[in-house]
């Protein structure tokens, strides 16, 4: 008779060995398992064996960091509703409806030396006018923007303080192998400190619409919206990626996120703290992968190799050099091409104005000679549509002194068209134009968490005095020093109510 009783414990006795070797298996020396290796063989350390999730989290995470941002360019948010029958002016209902706020976002980074340097994607402070990391202990630093790399989506960042912090160390990538266990650790939604697990899924992943630059660790560890710039670690807690992308069909996590390796991110973050940018050697020319096809046609060996197929300027090192269109690149600095990709990450690797040898192909009637040349190359340029000083954006950003802006409030006098416009017929006081998404009175809230000014408010007292036109209302603010409190009596004209509403606003002067 069938014990289903004695199955069950064999069968619970199985799955507990299978959960323990894939418990341990991300860290057992691979030269060291052979294949009918018995339990005895298997050389694990005592150290190896201890390694928890827990473990690494702890360690890594007190270097890990939330990057709060605020944009330079405000964003359109909804109001609230309303019909547009409010008004006769349908655009004028739209603009109610749209208002302008500065745009927030969060994302993550982490610590790479002790004094201070932080790596994130560089999307993640794309921008950004003020950049404010939070650390694991809660505690919030300023922060600027060292330099960055559009190839590969990275940011170099320092904290404004001298101080040393814990900080994790880049390991090899190369080392990293499919089914390994990582942990992604930042702040999705904005919750930090947030770690999940998972496996490598494949390395060396190509996605759409990357760089020749960007081949990613592909894992399955949930990475969503504010992990952006975090750590991927492998179990011994060190960072061998920056989670930087997912794939998605509904815009959070579907179990496929990428993360740029750290070899990659490394030689950036060198290239960056050394001379402020990133520069890559540059052949000038465009290239696609020999395939089997052309192999076969041109009685090839081997499918290997990278063609050229353009040469973007007379001047540029191919061109000088000599090279032609329809040349088949096969060697560079004695090192085989696998295909363009390859080609172009060595070129790249490789600093401008030195000269490389390259062995290519020629084809000579019915068969392809082989030829050598020495190439100086040149400097890989920006990418289109962006000038050097653009990539390399310093912050703070300096303040225009044409115009004074009371506590950064581009402020009007009411006029009688103004007040039609608005709905404040009959008031009076100075109306906000535009605020300054830099200023400290962008973040000013009201009790119930809702910014504490807005396009179009009307400002009619400051600490018990009527605000009566711009000028005397700049000359009061003038006469204010930091630590001064403000008390500001606002009407807006509430589109849910349908009618004026007093907000009144509190703050310290900055």
């Known amino acids: 008779m069938f014990d289903f009783r ?24 691979a030269q060291t398992v052979e294949p009918q290796a018995s339990p005895a063989a298997v050389n694990i350390s005592p150290e190896k064996l201890s390694a928890s999730f827990a473990e690494v989290a702890k360690k890594v995470g007190a270097a890990v960091v939330s990057i709060d941002t605020k944009g330079k360019t405000p964003e359109v948010t909804t109001r609230g509703e309303a019909a547009p029958g409010d008004s006769d002016d349908i655009m004028d209902f739209f603009r109610r409806q749209m208002p302008r706020r500065p745009s927030y976002s969060v994302g993550s980074g982490f ?53 040393e912090v814990p900080f994790v160390k880049l390991a090899d990538s190369e080392q990293a192998r499919v089914g390994d266990w990582v942990l992604a650790i930042g702040s999705p939604f904005g919750l930090t400190r947030s770690v999940t697990a998972g496996i490598i899924s494949q390395t060396n992943r190509e996605t759409p619409s990357t760089s020749v630059f960007q081949r990613f660790i592909q894992t399955d560890a949930a990475i969503n919206r504010g992990n952006s710039g975090g750590p991927l670690v492998n179990m011994n807690g060190e960072v061998i990626g920056i989670n930087s992308q997912i794939a998605t069909s509904t815009g959070d ?23 402020g940018k990133v520069r890559r050697g540059y052949l000038g020319v465009g290239l696609e992968t020999v395939k089997s096809e052309f192999a076969s046609v041109y009685g090839l060996k081997e499918a290997q190799g990278a063609i050229v197929i353009e040469l973007r300027d007379k001047d540029s090192a191919a061109s000088v050099a000599g090279l032609k269109v329809g040349d088949v690149i096969v060697e560079f600095n004695g090192q085989k091409i696998i295909g363009a990709p390859d080609l172009i990450a060595k070129v790249s690797a490789t600093s401008p104005d030195v000269s490389t040898n390259i062995a290519y192909l020629r084809e000579n009637g019915a068969v392809l000679d082989r030829r050598t040349t020495s190439i100086k190359l040149g400097e890989r340029p920006l990418r289109p549509g962006r000038s050097e000083e653009s990539s390399r954006t310093k912050l703070p950003l300096e303040k225009t002194k044409e115009e004074i802006k009371p506590f950064g409030l581009t402020l009007v006098d009411l006029t009688p068209s103004l007040a039609s416009t608005h709905k404040l017929e009959g008031q009076k006081g100075v109306l906000v134009k535009e605020i300054n998404p830099e200023s400290f009175i962008a973040d000013v809230k009201l009790s119930n968490g809702v910014d504490a000014l807005g396009e179009g408010d009307l400002i009619q007292r400051m600490n018990r005095a009527a605000v009566t036109d711009v000028k005397s209302f700049s000359e009061a603010v003038g006469k204010l020093k930091k630590g001064d409190a403000v008390v500001l009596h606002v009407l807006t004209y509430d589109v849910r109510a349908r009618g004026l509403q007093l907000k009144v606003v509190q703050f310290t002067v900055q």
């Open 111 to 163: 610590f790479v030396d002790k004094t201070g340097h932080i790596l994130t994607n560089y999307h993640v402070v794309e921008d950004a006018a003020k950049i404010t990391v939070k650390m694991d202990s809660g505690e919030e630093l300023s922060a600027h923007i060292v330099g960055v790399d559009e190839e590969t989506d990275l940011a170099v960042l320092k904290i404004d303080s001298n101080r």
């Open 6 to 29: 004695k199955q069950a414990v064999r069968l619970g006795f199985y799955v507990m060995i299978a959960a323990l070797f894939y418990a341990v298996q991300p860290h057992i020396s």
């Open 253 to 275: 996590y579907n179990g496929v996120g990428f993360a740029l390796p750290s070899n990659e991110a490394s030689y950036v973050f060198e290239q960056i703290t050394t001379s």
